[in-house]
């Protein structure tokens, strides 16, 4: 079991900038990609940013909304995933959430939350105009 806490989020005007974190404890000795979803009301669950295993060294994938002015991370002991989203928008106001997918060993990181095995709680962000 994984368990995963996000923290960061807040009330911003547009154009501003959060940082959110998600702290992983539990059975973190094996490989996760791990993903940043979001879901503002009425909306589906979508894909935002993630991180994904390649052998040894890891990859990051974004949005086409996001890209450029958001960026995912991880800190050296791999327990905690950074996301730093500048030059926010509107559009962007939304509950975002911190997931881990155990590594399978392919080279995949997967955007849909079905593909998901563990989930945050869940932090609003909100941007005003």
């Known amino acids: 079991q994984v368990q995963l806490v996000e923290s960061g989020g807040g009330s911003v005007q547009a154009g501003g900038s959060l940082r959110l974190s998600c702290a992983a404890s539990?059975?973190?000795?094996?490989?996760?990609?791990m993903g940043w979803f979001r879901q503002a009301p009425g909306k589906d669950r979508s894909f935002v940013a993630g991180?994904?295993?390649?052998?040894?060294?890891?990859?990051?994938d974004y949005t086409d909304s996001v890209k450029g002015r958001f960026t995912i991370s991880r800190d050296t002991a791999g327990n905690t995933v950074n996301l730093q989203m500048n030059s926010l928008k509107p559009e962007d106001t939304a509950v975002y959430y911190c997931a881990a997918a155990e590594w399978t060993g392919m080279a995949v990181l997967a955007k849909t939350p079905g593909a998901y095995d563990y989930w945050g709680q869940g932090t609003q962000v909100t941007v005003s105009s």
């Open positions: 991180l994904g295993w390649m052998g040894s060294i890891y990859y990051v």
């Open positions: 539990g059975r973190t000795g094996s490989k996760y990609n």
